[in-house]
Structure formats: structure tokens, C-alpha cells
């Protein structure tokens, strides 16, 4: 550890303010660990102004002198060194910038660590993909305890509810729109910190829906918008897109390939804040760190789109299985939602249960490793066709149901849609 990273001068000013004035005590509660002292005699007064400060009792030399053990006692100098620490203090009034000194110290040694930390995995012969993930996650997760956002007062609280409450009387709460009128009607469209999913059989059109949405956001309105594409590659996707917005079939008028409709769509994805992620590890840990690294690049990051959940891994240790992973993957994911105050949609499979059923519409219990992903998730949405369960009546255009299973924010239906396969377009119906 680097002993120059400290300020010895902060940390006597915020203990003696402590016992100076116990009305800054929970600020400094609130703001400061013992751990963000150098000091270890500043650790063990911090500690036990903590403990007196739950109990309800009041701080002050004699008190704490008389809630340390004689052994403590001794290491931080005695009761003298309490009062003198007391005496240094005129006024409380700038115990916020000395709080943030203390903060600035403390972080530095955090990264003086961390950056041992790093060399020594370049030294323990993983591989560059977990060397990186693993730097980088250190790097991250510095001084996040102190850097995380504030806890609003509950006095703020309601004025946020009041307001969220004004917006749905006025018929104007959408928070991030999909682009489709009926599903933001019904949902609110998508709510940072929430974790929805797009589920559906194999080759229903999961994808092709989420990358209408994923349009729309990023395109449209300028959002920045990751997608992890597990089973897809980004020309695939960026085709997709192109042939949505345009109504051009590329597949099969490749004579259109680079008409002026096109080129002008092509123009607008290249100049937008959307990331496709198409080469990166399968790991959610990786997922994770990305995300976190791409929050600093981009600090209004929206959305973060995984296709599809059942291709990601999990370190679980120990012996492992299919429902630890997912289970682990969908917490993870829902933690990523609320730690990053983005949007998570992770686009998952159905078993095949519901083929051998009277009505084939999808359940919740028809998720793959349900469990965990209905109890974390906050919007479950399956894509249901028909004809999909017939080869002789497919068409062109299906009549699809966008069937929402669960919704913690308000009613749950359906919507329907038409989608179109040759230019992956869904288009909400009247029907």
C-alpha cells in the first residue's frame, strides 16, 4: 500500500466533529465506512461512534472511553486523545469537504491496491479474455461504495412518486417508449432498474421484434442502446433493421440492395449511440463489466438487450448446472438493471410444452428454467403464432399475438401485430 495516500489532517477533523457535534454523525454514517480512514485509531473511534450511534446513545469523550476496551483504549492514545481531538474543532460548518478529503484518500489507496491487484493477474496465467475481465471489474468496482448514488430523503421520494403520478393522469408516462403505441399503453414501455423478457419458440421472431424496438430507441430517438448478440452477427442484424424500415426484401430484391432508402437508413445506424456486441464472451460476468465500462463512455446508456439468455454462462463454482446458471444469469441481470439505472430486456427460449397442449398459448411456467427468471424478471412478454404450429398455413404476414404474462407495473393482455418475415417488420393491428 502506498502510505502517502492519506490525509491525516481530514480524518482528525471529521472524528472531532463527531464528538463535537453529534448532529453530523449520521452524515458521516451515511457517507464514510471505517475503512475510509488511514489511520487505525481513526478506525476504532469511527467503529465505535457507529455502535453508539445505533444504540441511540450519545457521543462524546467519555462515553466512548467507556464503550472501548482497555486494549483499544490504549491504541488510540486515550481518553486525552479524544478530547484533544474535540478541542481542534471552531465549527462543524465544512464537515462535508472534509468528509469528501477523507473520500479522495481513501479512494486513491483503493486504486493503488487494484493496480497490484492487475499486475498480479497478469502474472497467474489466465487466459487475456479473463485477465481483462477480471482488470477491468476491479477497476469498476473502486470506490463504488462511495460513488454509488445517494439515497433520496423520503421527503423526495414522494415528490418523484407525485410526479410519476401527474404524468399518468396527464396520459404522458412513458419512460422508454418501444415504439409501439399499444404496448406502452399497456406497460409504460420499459422502466430503468426493471429487467423484462421477450420469450417465444425457436424462430417465432424474438429477435426481429426486439430490433424493431431496438430502432426505434437508438434511431429514433437517440438513445444509446447495447445489444449482445449471442447467436447472430451484426450484419445480420443491421440487414434486419434495414429491411423494417425500409420495406425492402434485400433477400430477394437484391437489385435494392443499395437503393437510396436504404443507403439513408445505413447512414442513420452508422451516425447512432447503438453498440451491437457480436464477438464478445458468452459470460454474464463479461456482460456485466462491458456494460459497466460502456455507462462511462455513454452516461445516459438506455437499454441493454441480451439475445438470447439460454447461450450466456454463469460462474457458479463448484458443480454446476443449467438452472444455477440461469438463475444466477437472471439475477445478475436484473442487479445490472438497478445498479446501472438502465433498462435489461433478455430475449429467452419456451420449452415445448406448450405444443402438446390444447391451447398452445405460452405460460410463464413455459419459460426454460422458469423459476428464477419469473420471480427477478418485471415484464414477461411472449411472441405467440399460430400458424407457427401449422407448416401448411404459413403466410407472408402472420397474425401474431404479443401475449404479456406479467407486468409489475400494470395490466397484463395481449396486442396484436402482424409480422412480416421477409422484412422483419411487426406492426401493431386493430384487430
Same mark, same amino acid.
Not at 472531532?16 to 454523525?25: A, P, R, Y
Not at 486515550?78 to 481531538?85: E, M, R, T
Given at each position: 500500500?502506498? @502510505? *502517502?495516500?492519506?490525509?491525516?489532517?481530514?480524518e482528525m477533523t471529521v472524528i472531532?466533529?463527531?464528538?463535537? #457535534?453529534?448532529?453530523?454523525?449520521p452524515l458521516c454514517i451515511e457517507k464514510l465506512t471505517s475503512q475510509s480512514f488511514f489511520f487505525n485509531p481513526h478506525q476504532i473511534v469511527f467503529d465505535a461512534c457507529t455502535k453508539l450511534n445505533h444504540e441511540n446513545k450519545p457521543i462524546d469523550p467519555v462515553t466512548l472511553s467507556s464503550t472501548l476496551e482497555e486494549g483499544e483504549?490504549?491504541?488510540?492514545?486515550?481518553? @486525552?486523545?479524544? *478530547? #484533544?481531538?474535540?478541542?481542534?474543532?471552531p465549527t462543524t460548518a465544512n464537515i462535508e469537504h472534509y468528509i469528501d478529503l477523507v473520500l479522495d484518500s481513501h479512494i486513491r489507496r483503493q486504486l493503488d491496491i487494484g493496480a497490484k491487484q492487475i499486475i498480479q493477474l497478469t502474472q497467474e496465467g489466465l487466459s487475456i479474455d479473463e485477465t481483462l475481465i477480471n482488470s477491468q471489474e476491479l477497476i469498476l468496482t473502486i470506490g463504488s461504495d462511495v460513488m454509488a448514488n445517494e439515497q433520496l430523503s423520503i421527503s423526495d421520494q414522494v415528490n418523484n412518486a407525485y410526479e410519476h403520478l401527474l404524468k399518468i393522469e396527464k396520459g404522458e408516462y412513458v419512460e422508454i417508449s418501444t415504439g409501439y403505441d399499444k404496448l406502452d399503453l399497456l406497460s409504460d414501455g420499459f422502466h430503468r432498474q426493471e429487467f423484462a423478457i421477450v420469450a417465444g419458440l425457436s424462430s417465432v421472431g424474438k429477435s426481429a421484434f426486439m430490433h424493431n424496438i431496438i430502432y426505434d430507441i437508438a434511431i429514433n430517438n437517440n438513445c444509446p442502446v447495447v445489444l449482445f448478440c449471442y447467436e447472430s452477427n451484426h450484419v445480420q442484424v443491421i440487414k434486419r433493421m434495414v429491411s423494417a424500415q425500409s420495406g425492402v426484401d434485400i433477400q430477394a430484391n437484391t437489385k435494392m440492395a443499395v437503393s437510396e432508402d436504404v443507403m439513408n437508413i445505413l447512414a442513420k445506424i452508422k451516425h447512432s449511440?447503438?453498440?451491437?456486441? @457480436?464477438?464478445?464472451?458468452?459470460?454474464v460476468e463479461y456482460a456485466v463489466a462491458h456494460c459497466r465500462r460502456l455507462k462511462l463512455e455513454y452516461p445516459d446508456l438506455t437499454l441493454a438487450v441480451f439475445d438470447h439468455i439460454h447461450l450466456m454462462t454463469a460462474d457458479v463454482g463448484g458443480y454446476s448446472n443449467y438452472e444455477r446458471e440461469v438463475s444466477k444469469i437472471s439475477a445478475t441481470l436484473k442487479d445490472l438493471a438497478k445498479s446501472l439505472n438502465i433498462a435489461v430486456v433478455g430475449i429467452c427460449q419456451m420449452s415445448r410444452a406448450s405444443i402438446r397442449r390444447a391451447d398452445t398459448r405460452p405460460m410463464l411456467d413455459d419459460l426454460r428454467a422458469s423459476g428464477s427468471l419469473?420471480? #427477478?424478471? @418485471?415484464?414477461?412478454? *411472449?411472441?405467440?403464432r399460430e400458424d407457427y404450429y401449422d407448416s401448411f398455413t404459413i403466410s407472408p404476414v402472420s397474425a401474431t399475438e404479443l401475449i404479456v404474462r406479467k407486468n409489475r407495473n400494470g395490466p397484463i393482455g395481449t396486442i396484436n401485430f402482424e409480422y412480416n418475415r421477409a422484412l422483419s417488420l411487426f406492426t401493431e393491428t386493430n384487430i
Open positions: 500500500m502506498a @502510505d *502517502f495516500h492519506y490525509n491525516q489532517r481530514a472531532g466533529s463527531m464528538l463535537e #457535534d453529534n448532529k453530523v454523525i483504549l490504549n491504541r488510540i492514545g486515550g481518553i @486525552d486523545y479524544l *478530547f #484533544d481531538l474535540q478541542g481542534r474543532i449511440n447503438l453498440i451491437i456486441e @457480436d464477438v464478445c464472451p458468452r459470460s419469473e420471480q #427477478d424478471s @418485471d415484464l414477461v412478454m *411472449f411472441i405467440y
